[in-house]
């Protein structure tokens, strides 16, 4: 599965976006997906995931409350909303899939088979 992540942008703190990944090659309802992201000069982090159905998430602790993972399975994306933004959030941020079958939500990065390109998000004070 190919996976193309887009939405990040420019704004100010306390605004919102809303980032989306496209999957395709194959559909994206049969994978586990997860949200990273990598500020610079720092490793790639959890951000969150979401289970095949859509029912089930996980968030890491600095965005709980404020972002919010989804999936659309008729159209065959993802997203993730990003609300009350800070500074700190800055980062690129990327899509990402377990592997076919596989249905544990987790955290870990190297758990993740397939990635798409990262999407930047600049927050400014």
């Known amino acids: 599965v190919q996976l193309q992540a887009s939405g990040g942008g420019s704004v100010q703190a306390g605004g919102s976006l809303r980032l989306s990944c496209a999957a395709s090659?194959?559909?994206?309802?049969?994978?586990?997906t997860g949200w990273f992201r990598q500020a610079p000069g720092k490793g790639r982090e959890f951000v969150a995931a979401?289970?095949?159905?859509?029912?089930?998430?996980r968030y890491a602790e600095a965005v709980k409350g404020r972002f919010t993972i989804s999936r659309d399975n008729a159209k065959n994306e993802v997203y993730l909303q990003l609300d009350g933004l800070k500074p700190e959030d800055t980062a690129e941020y990327y899509c990402?899939?377990?592997?076919?079958?596989?249905?544990?939500?987790?955290?870990?990065?190297?758990?993740?088979?397939?990635w798409g390109q990262g999407t930047l998000v600049t927050v400014s004070s």
């Open positions: 090659g194959r559909t994206l309802n049969d994978y586990v």
């Open positions: 979401i289970s095949l159905s859509g029912g089930t998430t």
């Open positions: 990402a899939a377990r592997g076919l079958g596989i249905t544990v939500l987790t955290s870990a990065r190297q758990q993740y088979r397939y």
